[in-house]
């Protein structure tokens, strides 16, 4: 039997209908944005309006980051590489700048839901915010650590070096290039 589409096919038009998605949602929550700061102004309640429309921006970034993501590594340059970059490599790429916008956006919530609880005195309810922005450092943290753990996978070996106080370099190990390698 003949199949009627290849995987490769396949594969890119559920990434287009993903990051089709994405950008249309992304479109949305900044519409909605510019919709609650409108409302905020007629109601009178115009700080809490740009707080929710801050919120609503952040998380529209993100996902258009991720839209962004999805196209560039599944549709636009599928055809050029056939997928020959190592895993490590693509997350290089593109991990720190959607983890980057995750952290602001946890950390903005957090400082909102302190300033929206100081306002309420809400004293006690302090856990919950502090409990994010700490969770958006652990998030970042960890992400240089991956980067510093992964940073020669894909270099050539005369790239992986590392310059000595002296002046002299020394060969820094690169990582396999299969993951069954690492595994043993």
Known sequence: MIPLISLASFRKGMAMGFAGIFFA??????LMAVGT????GT?????EAVLKAINYVVISLAIFELGIVVHREYVAEYDEKQNTDHVLVVLRRTLPRFVSIVCVALVL????????YSQLELAGNLYYPVAIIISAAILL????VFLR?????????????LPRPGGEEHARPVLPA???????
């Open 25 to 30: 949602m992304s479109l949305a929550l900044g």
């Open 37 to 40: 700061i409108f409302d905020g």
């Open 43 to 47: 109601d009178g309640a115009l700080i």
């Open 109 to 116: 919530e957090g400082l909102l839901m302190v300033i929206k």
């Open 141 to 144: 943290m960890a992400l240089g």
């Open 149 to 161: 753990f992964s940073q020669v996978v894909g270099m050539e070996p005369e790239q992986a070096t």
């Open 178 to 184: 299969t993951p069954s390698l690492i595994l043993r």
